[in-house]
């Protein structure tokens, strides 16, 4: 007797709870929905009339009990009102980072109420490009700039931006050209920050996200994200902010890093799960 799809979905929810992932009742929904093309709601429908378990299903579930991304098996990451394209060699966006796009809408949205008609933003290190293009999605007036260097990321941060507003720059986010120097309204950011020696435990993130995009560079993790503040003294102009993703540990690292640059008003910020999750600071001056 056929398995029907009701069945196949109720048999990976264990599999996928036997094998330690995080969500099984949503992963294995998702899973059955990319094997028929359909969406969620769409796959709980036909499962709900006694639809057929679909080609291929099976092996998808094998995949991400082996604890592979779903975003890599699916190929599509949602970051707030965006669908991504994902894969091996770029860092996969989370909804923890959906922060740092509310907080860089926020300051564009007070430079407009000063008078700037189109505020400058640039996302350091771009990655998928999932920051610079919510922002450019959310508020076209911004004119967003997005910097990316790692020849494996920049294949996805190409194709998500691919007939959008967003300027590419393909260099390192140390190295960006003099013609940005003094003219961004906010620098955005979420560097590596995981502290060189501390591998994370799961193994989504361990096995599979670019290690370029994890690790900050030294014991402390502060290598990288000291260099997009320093990029950003440069980039900023008076009154500009900053924003940057970090870890919990590094919260009083990074106001007292950002301090010591010059910068003023530094805050930390807490995502949905109440934990702390980005700092804004701002560059000294008038906005004009």
């Known amino acids: 007797m056929a398995t029907s799809l009701a069945q196949a979905i109720a048999g990976a929810r264990r599999e996928l709870a036997a094998a330690g992932v995080a969500s099984p009742d949503a992963d294995a929904a998702l899973l059955a929905a990319h094997a028929l093309g359909l ?41 707030r009102q965006l669908d991504l394209a994902v894969g091996p ?43 610079a293009l919510a922002v450019a999605t959310e508020d076209p007036a911004c004119r967003v700039t997005a910097v990316e ?36 309204c906010v620098v955005v950011t979420n560097p590596p920050y995981v502290p060189v020696g501390e591998v994370p435990g799961d193994p989504e993130v361990r096995d599979y996200d670019p290690p370029t995009a994890l690790y900050g560079g030294d014991e402390s993790g502060m290598l990288f994200p000291a260099a997009a503040m320093d990029t950003a003294l440069r980039l900023l102009r008076p009154g500009g902010s900053f924003v940057m993703e970090h870890a919990e540990s590094q919260v009083e690292t990074v106001a007292d890093a950002l301090s010591r640059r010059g910068f003023v008003d530094v805050q930390c910020h807490r995502d949905l799960t109440d934990r702390p999750r980005a700092t804004t600071a701002f560059l000294p001056g008038e906005r004009d």
């Open 39 to 79: 969406s969620r709601g769409e796959t709980e429908a036909k499962a709900i009339l006694g639809a057929p378990e679909p080609a291929g299903y099976r092996e998808l579930v094998a995949r991400r009990v082996r604890r592979e991304p779903l975003q890599h098996i699916t190929g599509r990451a949602p970051f």
């Open 89 to 131: 060699g770029v860092f996969v966006p989370r909804p923890e980072t959906e922060l740092l796009v509310q907080l860089a809408l926020d300051h564009a949205r007070q430079w407009r109420e000063h008078g700037e008609v189109h505020p400058a933003v640039v996302d350091l290190g771009s990655g998928s490009g999932a920051i």
């Open 149 to 184: 260097r790692e020849p494996e990321a920049l294949r996805w941060t190409r194709q998500n931006l691919a007939g959008s507003r967003v300027r590419l720059l393909e260099c390192d986010y140390r190295d960006v050209t003099v013609e940005g120097s003094g003219r961004f």
